[in-house]
């Protein structure tokens, strides 16, 4: 017996004209465990086949669901010519989105601690001070402190309680701040009012800030934003991910909507991917995107630069 799956938004009805569907899986991903895992980097992939062209596309790999997974995949004997029909048939038909776990959290850091958190803000990219103090970075223990500091505050089970997470992440800022430059000036901006305020904010369950450590969403939104060029609705058929919930996803959709026109997700349906081929690919090219970037072609068509979402 199968457990029901879990997460999603299916459409409110059948969404008007021409409907882009598309299957998306990832790898790497560890849940709100950013710091604490051995896989840095998450790739998110979606593909734009029917299930006909996946099954066939699978089939002329000479591949079986058993080897739909990118470490057996890319040790098979025949592996770089394998990847290159791959890579050749997914051409302009696929997307990655790649992200910087660390980064993600450096984002999550300015975007609650200097800017005013919400859905919109995954619509865009990450804001310049973002970039400003990941440069801190280099100085090695300080920085491992202020990110766990950080994690430990704003997760939602937290292992700190909320003014003692408060006061330890403050004290790393302080101790982070001494780098100087421009890192240091950012973390000068951050202020103890500032951090008591979403401390409490998190506190009492505001669902209007994104879960500052779910990096699954941002990586949603910017899929979205990649397939949105083709002007038509967007139905998301994803792997199980329990993130992925009616609301968040509700949150988002609205988000995603510019000015008074509909959003481009029109809705997402989790499924197995035991039963759908298109999602069996996504996975695939996720795992071979984490495992080997370089061998995606033509940067900026299947894949981003490392970057937060």
Known sequence: MRSPLQGGLPPAGAPGGAVLEIACDESGFS????LRSTEPVIT??????????AVDLIAGLGLSAYELKSGRFLRRPDAAVALDRLMTALRGRAHVHRIDKELFLVTQVVELLLAEPSY????????????DL?????????????????????????????RAGAARFLQARDTLARIGGPAGAVLERITDDR??????????????????????????A??????SARQRPILVIHDEQSALTAARLARLQRALAVGD?????????????????????????????????????????????????
């Open 261 to 309: 026109g509909p959003s481009p997700l029109a809705g997402l349906v989790t499924a197995d991917s035991r039963d759908d081929p298109r999602i069996q690919l996504a996975d695939l090219l996720a795992g071979v995107a984490r495992r080997m970037p370089s061998a995606l072609p033509g940067a900026g068509r299947l894949a981003e630069p490392p970057r937060a979402g």
């Open 120 to 131: 919109r803000s995954l619509t865009r990219g990450p804001l310049p001070e973002a970039h």
């Open 195 to 220: 951090v008591t305020a979403i401390v409490s904010r998190l506190d009492d369950g505001d669902r209007t800030i994104p879960p500052p450590l779910e990096p699954m969403i941002a990586a949603l």
């Open 222 to 227: 910017a899929t979205i934003r990649h397939w």
């Open 31 to 34: 849940g709100a465990n950013l």
């Open 134 to 162: 990941y440069r801190a970075r280099s100085v090695g223990g300080d920085w491992d402190r202020f990110l766990a500091a950080f994690a430990d505050m704003v997760r939602t089970r937290r292992r700190i309680p909320g």
């Open 44 to 53: 998110h992939a979606s593909v734009d086949l029917s299930v006909a062209e």
